[in-house]
């Protein structure tokens, strides 16, 4: 009996794969020769095959046929491979795919040209098709059919080629022309190559960077879950794991620790919408050979429907990424868990912090986890990013400063293109209301500030409410809406962006809604304050269905009223035609706060807040252009602007006649008589 030669081999993936391509080798080297006539003339006419013919009879081939050899090479090769415990991507493929040793031998044999150009050549040259090194469906069913016909070899290409082991490089030519390729992902993977971005669609992530369970940061309940669900998924009770929830909360983490108890890695894919792309064959097979497990990204829009295709080639479970909205269908997905990530609590985000920071100090981790109610993941990307802002300043503790600042830089990313950022400074004491909009105004503040804690302060039917704030700030144009929503931004410590409809609003069905989905979405996961501003071209009243047009748009009402009543962030919503919003939206909004216009004294405060300190305008005469001129507060910071750019070409200090020249203004544009009184004869001085 001969000694098994492979016994001293590592066992590892790049070994099992050599001894396959020297099994391929063997057989190639047994059809030159019988086409050559001799092994002396084979290897006169190719000489390269010296090298591979002394090196396999030095694994103790000595006297034996070339059939026999073949025949050996496999026993010895499955004896070396029960010694072998851990994973190898060839006998993972075969087991999952339901291959034989010869289906394997023919997939490798395939792709000898991957590692030798040399057998580029001798396939040229066998096939007498000049300029093609990749063999053809003709010269395969030569070389490996069996004497009695080329059925099994035909059946074996069509097999391998339906898994996406194989695929062809010119579909266009007579069939039996058809040069074989194996795609270049899976040969890497097959050759026990591990890169991280396997393809733009495709990261593989090996099981030594995936966390443990016991260190994700989730809910109790949660975690209860996730102690049985690697024995459910182990033994095939369920087929897959959907994580629900926001971008960037731990979905993917959380898949990625359930891989790991099961000894895989994970094999993250992205952009694959549409069940018929051809990539979806190359899934099954590089998760297998990978010892990955599959982890889909899936975002379907709200009502949609997205089929998920059966993995051929791959056997084990699979996890899905989604968000909150949509369906999800697909034969795998018949038996599938579903687990639901919501954003963090306070005690979830401290401990986010806490192991983001790590080494690094915070200087106040009550006012992080309090102040920035924003994903796990963003938590963890703000924690670098803040790092580098704290060493750009030159001090080593994070300050909530440094937070936010890499907060704002996370926003820009995610947000500006649908969004535009509102720069907020100053406190209520800029806002000259009458009382009922102040006190109105501050308890919005008080609700925004307590938004995450309410819910423990109500009774049973509130104890689902979410953490979201909705408010409509109705009124005329120029009242102090948008002032109002800066101020209030800037008295909670929270970036204020302005929703730009000309990018959200699209005319094609369904785009609207995945707009509005997308920043709505970021808004939550990254705790910005979102002003909807003009928002009745958006919360129109619903119509009755004359046309498809209107059947769109009161889906698109619709949609919006569900969205706005799961929305968990800050919402403020302007208008200046309340009457044209749709009541249910209304009903669905925590506060309505009327903005009317100034009265006098309310109009002499805003005058007094827009004028420079030095003025030389007397009390009296600003008094009378309070009294007799009823301008909006928009108007007033127009006129006041306009009077200071006049005092700037004048002496340098606001006089009366520059009040009164940009008050008159203030009229024309409206085409209006002033009601003031003329006083100052002579005209300011006008840009030179």
Not at 257 to 269: F, K, M, N, S, T
Request: hydrophobic letters at 45%.
């Amino acid at each position: 009996m001969r000694q098994n030669p492979f016994a001293s081999l590592a066992p590892t993936p790049a070994v099992h794969f050599k001894l396959y391509f020297y099994a391929a080798v063997l057989h190639l080297i047994n059809q030159v020769v019988r086409i050559c006539g001799s092994q002396a003339d084979a290897l006169e006419q190719f000489p390269f095959l010296a090298s591979y013919n002394n090196e396999l009879a030095g694994h103790g081939l000595e006297g034996l046929s070339y059939d026999q050899a073949l025949i050996w090479w496999e026993a010895a090769l499955r004896e070396w491979e029960a010694g072998v415990t851990g994973h190898l991507p060839l006998r993972a493929l075969r087991a999952a795919a339901g291959l034989e040793h010869a289906d394997l031998t023919l997939l490798v044999g395939v792709g000898l040209v991957e590692e030798d150009t040399s057998f580029g050549a001798l396939v040229e040259m066998m096939q007498s098709m000049p300029g093609q090194h990749r063999p053809t469906v003709g010269l395969l069913n030569a070389w490996w059919s069996p004497a009695d016909g080329h059925t099994a070899v035909q059946a074996s290409i069509r097999h391998l080629h339906d898994l996406g082991l194989l695929e062809i490089v010119n579909p266009d030519a007579p069939r039996v022309e058809w040069a074989l390729q194996v795609p270049r992902l899976l040969w890497d993977a097959l050759t026990g190559m591990q890169h991280a971005q396997v393809a733009p669609w495709a990261r593989y992530r090996p099981p030594a960077e995936l966390i443990v369970l016991d260190d994700l940061i989730v809910p109790d309940p949660i975690r209860q879950r996730l102690e049985l669900l690697p024995a459910l998924l182990a033994a095939g009770e369920a087929q897959a794991l959907v994580v629900r929830g926001p971008h960037h909360n731990g979905r993917r983490t959380l898949l990625g620790a359930v891989a790991r108890a099961l000894g895989r890695g994970v094999l993250e894919i992205d952009g694959l919408s549409q069940p018929d792309d051809l990539r979806w064959r190359l899934v099954g097979p590089l998760a297998t050979v990978l010892g990955a497990l599959p982890v889909i990204g899936a975002e379907p829009g709200s009502g949609e429907m997205l089929a998920l295709p059966q993995l051929n080639g791959y056997a084990g479970p699979l996890g899905v990424v989604a968000g909150r909205q949509g369906g999800l269908s697909g034969p795998q997905l018949e038996r599938a868990v579903a687990l639901t990530l919501e954003l963090p609590d306070a005690g979830a985000r401290r401990e986010h912090w806490q192991s983001a920071l790590g080494a690094c100090s915070a200087r106040d981790l009550d006012a992080l986890e309090g102040r920035f109610r924003m994903t796990g993941g963003n938590i963890r990307r703000a924690a670098r990013l803040a790092q580098s802002y704290a060493a750009l300043a030159g001090h080593s503790t994070i300050t909530p400063d440094d937070v936010q600042q890499a907060g704002r830089a996370l926003n820009r990313q995610a947000l500006d293109t649908l969004a535009a950022h509102v720069p907020v400074s100053g406190d209520w004491s800029l806002m000259a209301v009458c009382a009922e909009t102040q006190r109105e105004l501050r308890n919005l503040e008080i609700r925004c500030r307590h938004r995450e804690r309410l819910h423990t302060a109500v009774g049973p039917a509130l104890s689902q409410l979410n953490a979201g704030v909705r408010a409509l700030f109705s009124g005329p144009s120029g009242t102090g809406k948008t002032l109002a929503a800066r101020l209030l931004a800037a008295a909670l410590q929270m970036d204020l962006y302005r929703l730009d409809l000309s990018a959200v609003v699209n005319k094609y069905i369904g785009e609207t809604e995945k707009n509005l989905n997308r920043i709505f979405a970021h808004a939550e996961e990254l705790d910005i304050i979102l002003l909807l501003d003009e928002g009745d071209a958006l919360l129109t009243q619903r119509t009755s269905v004359h046309s498809s047009n209107d059947r769109y748009a009161n889906l698109e009402t619709n949609y919006l009223l569900q969205r706005i009543e799961a929305f968990e962030g800050i919402l403020l919503i302007t208008t200046n035609a309340s009457d044209r919003i749709d009541g249910a939206f209304q009903r669905r909004l925590d506060l309505v706060i009327d903005f009317r216009p100034p009265d006098a004294d309310e109009r002499r405060a805003i005058w007094q807040l827009h004028l420079p300190a030095n003025h030389l305008v007397d009390p009296a005469f600003l008094r009378e252009v309070a009294g007799r001129c009823t301008l909006t507060g928009g108007q007033i910071r127009n006129a006041a602007l306009h009077a200071s750019v006049l005092a700037l070409d004048d002496r340098g200090l606001v006089l009366p006649e520059h009040i009164e020249a940009a008050v008159q203004r203030e009229y024309r544009k409206l085409g209006a008589i002033c009601p003031l009184r003329v006083q100052y004869a002579r005209e300011p001085v006008a840009y030179r």
